[in-house]
């Protein structure tokens, strides 16, 4: 038996946990109105990327990979001599990432391929990949495995702010939050992922020192009864506050691992400019 772990481009891995347990990325992608496509795989400037979002009249649109390139890649494993493939997956209630593995997999015979809705995104998507892949070191089964990651599912959490709800109402990613557009007004939208993958609103405060401070309070609220745990500041184009917000949260709870992070253009066509997201993953996972 040998087995491989696949994620999509939205786990956002370091390329040098990518080379270190060989990874293979399915990529998502990003298309402006006016043609201009951004693929999550290519070399390019976040800077760029913001920059046409801000200049541009509609919200990105995003996609999903091909199911041809699932299946290139499950095809590709499978001639190294892989019997088995556990594929990490963006939340079924954000994308098709999932379904479209899926489907892939049922389309490839010599290989099994065992997919995974891991009903978050970013790194604790990745943290997900990442386990995954020390599992397989440890000499585990993939039915050990999957069965390990589900578990897990159950204890992991994000929180997230955004300065308006325009990305997210226009892209359909955000569930119950009609009574909040028109009267949010300068307010900082404080939302959440729920068990089923799909993003809800959570608050609403005035300033966002507010908003991350609501962040912090919920995080450690839901992780202080978990044994080991990651947190995961997870950030966008604001750079300087993120990582300002990490150092505060390491003065203030050095005993729990914090690290810091970022998303790229799927995500951050959904949050849009000044999205910040703070996850966790109950396992300690250095990405550094």
């Known amino acids: 038996m040998k087995i491989a772990v696949m994620t999509d481009s939205t786990s956002y891995l370091p390329q040098l946990i990518i080379d270190k347990y060989n990874i293979p990325v399915a990529s998502l992608s990003v298309t402006f109105d006016d043609g201009v496509n951004f693929t999550e ?18 919200i990105p649109t995003t996609s999903q990979p091909a199911i041809g390139e699932w299946i290139e890649n499950y095809e590709k494993l499978r001639d190294q001599g892989y019997t088995d493939i556990i594929v990490i997956n963006l939340s079924s209630g954000i994308s098709g990432s999932y379904p479209s593995a899926t489907q892939a997999g049922e389309m490839v015979e010599g290989v099994n391929v065992h997919t ?13 990949a990442i386990y995954a892949s020390q599992l397989i070191e440890q000499g585990r089964t993939p039915d050990d495995i999957i069965h390990e990651l589900t578990e897990i599912r159950e204890q992991i959490g994000a929180h997230l702010i955004v300065d308006d709800l325009k990305n997210l109402q226009k892209s359909g990613r955000i569930t119950g939050a009609q009574a909040w557009v028109g009267t949010l007004l300068k ?4 939302l959440y992922f729920e068990k ?12 966002k020192k507010r908003a991350l401070k609501s962040l912090e309070i919920n995080i450690f609220e839901e992780i202080e009864d978990l044994e080991e745990v990651t947190v995961f500041v997870i950030n ?3 750079t300087e506050d993120g990582k300002s917000f990490v150092k505060q949260l390491e003065e203030e709870h050095p005993n729990v691992l914090i690290q810091y992070c970022e998303f790229g253009p799927v995500i951050a066509s959904h949050l849009g400019s000044g999205g910040l997201g703070l996850g966790y993953f109950p396992r300690k996972i250095d990405i550094n």
């Open 41 to 58: 795989s290519d070399d390019f400037s976040i800077d760029d990327f913001y920059k046409k979002m801000a200049s541009s009249k509609t």
């Open 116 to 128: 995974f809705d891991t009903r978050l995104a970013a790194m604790i998507e990745g943290s997900f």
């Open 187 to 190: 307010m900082k939208p404080v």
């Open 236 to 238: 966008g184009d604001k």
């Open 196 to 207: 089923d993958g799909k993003i809800y609103p959570k608050e609403k405060v005035r300033t």
